[in-house]
């Protein structure tokens, strides 16, 4: 059997924005070996701005290519995959001394000054969008965009950047507070939502509750993501720092909870898209977590060639593989790496971005 050769503890990147910043997200594509991702501030005070950094790998430094102002606060990014210059972001505006959430689209330009150029705007006076929780680019169907808000799902048609104001489709209310929503990768038109402390998943094409888990976390849920390779499976976080796995068919039980890890509120979580044994997720008590759940991964550790299992002694045990300790103020955001498996970023309050990477120990762990 093939072993991992000796491993250095990798020196994470860090890169500071020197404003408030609540939201990170991947940029889609890239070139191996180096990594770029997009950070929002939300200043109350100073104009904000988005910020367009590279990692390399290589020297382990973060390097900022490009800043675009920005008018208002970000609280949320969210790039197109099919073109990484569209991106959509929500926050607050404080135009004319009046608090309002707002949601637009735009394209990023490249050169020498740099510049976001609106192109539509989603607001509606008929019906207003409430503080935004999730922006979800539809896999299964082009220039559809579904964004949750604190207490309704909608649907919008024409994000595609090509013109003309993006239609909403469709509005379907899901429940007081609201925490976020997630696509399903494997089957169209359903999208899962936390609210409170429960789990919803509801089927766009009828407008109803398709399942539904209540107390599915002691206090408040916060987020839910789908696994991207097991379908029916989703991860939940809460108020009560802890991770859990759900399969919507047999809500009665949890299918694996993951502990120890937080001591606050459980803000975010993420499957890796690679290696859905790996799990990212970040909290108010400024801890970034990998944990590894192999036991409800679609390719359990300890599972030999052909199918067969070396024995459930043999596994690796599900849990904490490793905390990164580098911010000081609560991380609100987190996300994997778009074009590496092993590399992810963070980001806290206070501006702080931090990318690190998948001890060489557990990343051979999967390999070999």
Same mark, same amino acid.
């Given at each position: 059997?093939?072993?991992?050769?000796?491993?250095?503890?990798?020196?994470?990147?860090?890169?500071?924005?020197?404003?408030?910043?609540?939201?990170?997200?991947?940029?889609?594509?890239?070139?191996?070996?180096?990594?770029?991702?997009?950070?929002?501030?939300?200043?109350?005070?100073?104009?904000?701005?988005?910020?367009?950094?590279?990692?390399?790998?290589?020297?382990?430094?973060?390097?900022?290519?490009?800043?675009?102002?920005?008018?208002?606060?970000?609280?949320?990014?969210?790039?197109?995959?099919?073109?990484?210059?569209?991106?959509?972001?929500?926050?607050?505006?404080?135009?004319?001394?009046?608090?309002?959430?707002?949601?637009?689209?735009?394209?990023?330009?490249?050169?020498?000054?740099?510049?976001?150029?609106?192109?539509?705007?989603?607001?509606?006076?008929?019906?207003?969008?409430?503080?935004?929780?999730?922006?979800?680019?539809?896999?299964?169907?082009?220039?559809?965009?579904?964004?949750?808000?604190?207490?309704?799902?909608?649907?919008?048609?024409?994000?595609?950047?090509?013109?003309?104001?993006?239609?909403?489709?469709?509005?379907?209310?899901?429940?007081?507070?609201?925490?976020?929503?997630?696509?399903?990768?494997?089957?169209? +038109?359903?999208?899962? $939502?936390?609210? @409170?402390?429960? *789990?919803?998943? #509801? %089927? &766009? /094409?009828?407008?109803?509750?398709?399942? !539904?888990?209540?107390?599915?976390?002691?206090?408040?849920?916060?987020?839910?993501?789908?696994?991207?390779?097991?379908?029916? +499976?989703?991860?939940? $976080?809460?108020? @009560?720092?802890? *991770?859990?796995? #759900? %399969? &919507? /068919?047999?809500?009665?039980?949890?299918? !694996?909870?993951?502990?120890?890890?937080?001591?606050?509120?459980?803000?975010?979580?993420?499957?890796?898209?690679?290696?859905? +044994?790996?799990?990212?997720?970040?909290?108010?008590?400024?801890?970034?977590?990998?944990?590894?759940?192999?036991?409800?991964?679609?390719?359990?550790?300890?599972?030999?060639?052909?199918?067969?299992?070396?024995?459930?002694?043999?596994?690796?045990?599900?849990?904490?593989?490793?905390?990164?300790?580098?911010?000081?103020?609560?991380?609100?955001?987190?996300?994997?790496?778009?074009?590496?498996?092993?590399?992810?970023?963070?980001?806290?309050?206070?501006?702080?971005?931090?990318?690190?990477?998948?001890?060489?120990?557990?990343?051979?762990?999967?390999?070999?």
């Amino acid at each position: 059997m093939a072993t991992a050769p000796p491993q250095v503890a990798a020196r994470a990147g860090v890169w500071l924005c020197r404003q408030p910043s609540r939201c990170v997200a991947a940029v889609p594509g890239g070139e191996s070996g180096r990594h770029r991702f997009l950070v929002g501030t939300c200043d109350l005070q100073q104009k904000n701005e988005i910020h367009l950094v590279e990692f390399s790998e290589e020297s382990a430094e973060v390097s900022c290519k490009q800043s675009f102002p920005h008018e208002d606060e970000v609280w949320l990014i969210s790039p197109s995959p099919a073109d990484s210059r569209l991106i959509v972001t929500s926050g607050l505006s404080h135009a004319s001394g009046k608090t309002s959430p707002v949601l637009r689209l735009y394209r990023t330009s490249e050169g020498s000054e740099a510049s976001l150029q609106p192109l539509a705007s989603f607001d509606s006076d008929e019906t207003p969008l409430g503080s935004v929780k999730s922006v979800l680019w539809d896999p299964h169907q082009d220039s559809h965009l579904v964004v949750a808000d604190a207490e309704a799902v909608h649907v919008f048609q024409g994000a595609s950047g090509s013109g003309g104001k993006p239609n909403r489709h469709q509005t379907l209310h899901v429940g007081q507070r609201c925490m976020g929503a997630c696509l399903d990768p494997h089957h169209r +038109q359903q999208v899962s $939502t936390v609210d @409170d402390g429960h *789990l919803k998943t #509801w %089927d &766009l /094409r009828t407008s109803r509750l398709a399942f !539904r888990k209540d107390n599915a976390h002691l206090f408040g849920a916060r987020d839910v993501d789908y696994n991207p390779n097991v379908p029916y +499976q989703v991860l939940t $976080t809460g108020e @009560d720092s802890a *991770l859990r796995f #759900w %399969d &919507l /068919r047999q809500l009665s039980t949890c299918m !694996r909870s993951l502990t120890g890890g937080h001591h606050h509120w459980a803000s975010r979580a993420r499957f890796n898209g690679h290696h859905d +044994q790996l799990v990212l997720s970040c909290g108010t008590d400024s801890m970034v977590c990998l944990w590894r759940a192999g036991s409800v991964a679609s390719a359990p550790l300890g599972e030999a060639a052909g199918g067969e299992d070396n024995s459930a002694a043999q596994r690796p045990p599900d849990g904490l593989v490793k905390r990164y300790e580098e911010h000081e103020d609560s991380v609100y955001g987190c996300c994997w790496s778009a074009s590496d498996a092993w590399v992810f970023a963070s980001v806290s309050f206070d501006g702080k971005l931090v990318v690190n990477r998948v001890p060489g120990e557990e990343k051979y762990r999967i390999l070999l």
